[in-house]
């Protein structure tokens, strides 16, 4: 069984910043793709954002423009969990964030299209940022 357990979020300033992780089990992530999404408030499923991803076997990685040069996303093979590094965060980045895996991703694609939430098999619970002015 695959679980992808997300941790690190909470309330910030405007400003501040968060690492979010996620652990996996059942699921080996140094051979997979790995991303990060996001749910604003009030959105639905099918919108939620592919925000981060990366080819966790070759280190290949994905930005979204809401959050390029701002999130970083990194990965530790041995505790099989991915990271996302967020820093100058605001208001606008507040939203419940869910950890995704899938083993036959197109990084290139994603690259070039973004991160699709149909791209992804296995999703986490989500960790709820919440960003104040």
């Known amino acids: 069984q695959v679980l992808l357990v997300e941790s690190g979020g909470g309330s910030v300033q405007a400003g501040g910043s968060l690492r979010l992780s996620c652990a996996a089990s059942?699921?080996?992530?140094?051979?997979?793709?790995m991303a990060w999404f996001r749910q604003g408030p009030g959105k639905e499923r099918w919108e939620r954002e592919g925000?981060?991803?990366?080819?966790?076997?070759?280190?290949?990685?994905y930005y979204a423009d809401s959050v390029k040069g701002r999130f970083t996303i990194s990965q530790d093979n041995a505790k099989n969990t991915v990271y996302l590094q967020m820093n100058s965060l605001e208001p606008e980045d507040t939203a419940m964030y869910y950890c995704?895996?899938?083993?036959?991703?197109?990084?290139?694609?994603?690259?070039?299209?973004?991160?699709?939430?149909?791209?992804?098999?296995?999703w986490g619970q989500g960790t709820q940022v919440t960003v104040s002015s």
């Open positions: 995704a895996a899938d083993g036959g991703c197109d990084m290139t694609a994603i690259q070039v299209l973004g991160a699709e939430e149909a791209d992804f098999q296995y």
């Open positions: 925000i981060a991803a990366i080819y966790a076997g070759g280190g290949s990685t």
């Open positions: 059942g699921w080996t992530i140094n051979s997979s793709c």
